[in-house]
C-alpha cells in the first residue's frame, strides 16, 4: 500500500494509477503494431478502440471531478490529461492501422472485382460474336418455322376450300342428274308405252301369220288327201305331192 502524506496526496494517487497497467496498455498489448494483418483482426481492433476511448473519457471526467477537490488541481489535472493522451494514442495507431487494413482490403477487393468485371467483359466479348450468330440463326428459324406454319395455314385452307367447291359441284351435278332424268321421265315412259304396243302389235301380226298359215297348211292337206282318195277311186295313180 502507497504511504502519501496529506499535501500531496494527489500526486501520490496519480502515482499509483500511472504504476498500474491501463485500459490502453491492455488494448496495445492485444493489437502490437504491425498484428492487424485480417478483416477479423480490424474488426475487433475497431470495436475495442470504441470501447477504450469511451472508457479514457469517462476515467478523465472521473479524474477531473477528483481534481476539483485537490490541492494541487492543476497539476492533477495535467497528469490526468496525460494519461488521456498516452491511451489515446495507442487507441488513434490501432484505429489508424485497423482503418488502413480495411481500406487495403476493399482496396484489394475492388481490384479484384474490378479484374473479374474486366475478365467477364472479355469472355463476354469474346462469346458476343457467337451469341449473335446463334441469336441470327434462332431468329431465322423461327421465322422460317412461322412462314412453314403460314404456308401449312394456307395449304390447309386452299385444300378445304377446294374439297367444299368440289363437294358443291357433286351435289349440283346429282340435282342436275336427278333433274334430267326427272325431265326425261315421261318421254321414256312413253317410248317404252310404245315399244310395249309395238311389241304387242308385232306378236299379234305374227300369231295371226302363224294362223294362216297353218289354215293355208291344213287346206292343202286336205286337197291333197282328196286328190290321194280320188285318185284311189279311179285306179289312177295318184298325182306327185307338190310343195307343203
Do not use: W
Amino acid at each position: 500500500m502507497v504511504r502519501c502524506i496529506p499535501i500531496i496526496l494527489c500526486l501520490c494517487a496519480l502515482g499509483a494509477r500511472a504504476g498500474e497497467v491501463s485500459y490502453a496498455q491492455r488494448l496495445a498489448q492485444e493489437f502490437p503494431p504491425g498484428s492487424i494483418t485480417t478483416k477479423e483482426i480490424a474488426e475487433r481492433a475497431l470495436s475495442g478502440s470504441d470501447e477504450i476511448h469511451r472508457r479514457l473519457q469517462l476515467d478523465f471526467e472521473e479524474q477531473r471531478q477528483h481534481c476539483a477537490n485537490v490541492f494541487l488541481v492543476n497539476h492533477c489535472l495535467d497528469s490526468a490529461r496525460q494519461v488521456q493522451r498516452n491511451g489515446e494514442r495507442e487507441v488513434r495507431r490501432i484505429t489508424l492501422e485497423a482503418h488502413d487494413l480495411q481500406r487495403q482490403l476493399d482496396a484489394r477487393a475492388h481490384a479484384e472485382s474490378r479484374a473479374a468485371d474486366l475478365r467477364r467483359q472479355a469472355e463476354e466479348d469474346l462469346q458476343r460474336p457467337e451469341r449473335e450468330r446463334q441469336a441470327m440463326l434462332a431468329a431465322q428459324a423461327r421465322e422460317q418455322n412461322a412462314a412453314a406454319r403460314a404456308q401449312d395455314a394456307l395449304h390447309d385452307q386452299e385444300t378445304a376450300a377446294k374439297a367444299q367447291a368440289q363437294s358443291q359441284q357433286r351435289q349440283h351435278d346429282q340435282a342436275a342428274d336427278v333433274a334430267h332424268k326427272e325431265a326425261l321421265r315421261p318421254q321414256q315412259e312413253a317410248e317404252a308405252s310404245r315399244a310395249f304396243k309395238e311389241k304387242q302389235e308385232q306378236a299379234a301380226a305374227y300369231a295371226q301369220t302363224r294362223a294362216q298359215d297353218r289354215e293355208a297348211n291344213a287346206k292343202r292337206r286336205a286337197e291333197r288327201q282328196a286328190a290321194r282318195e280320188e285318185a284311189a277311186k279311179s285306179d289312177k295313180p295318184a298325182p306327185a305331192p307338190g310343195p307343203p
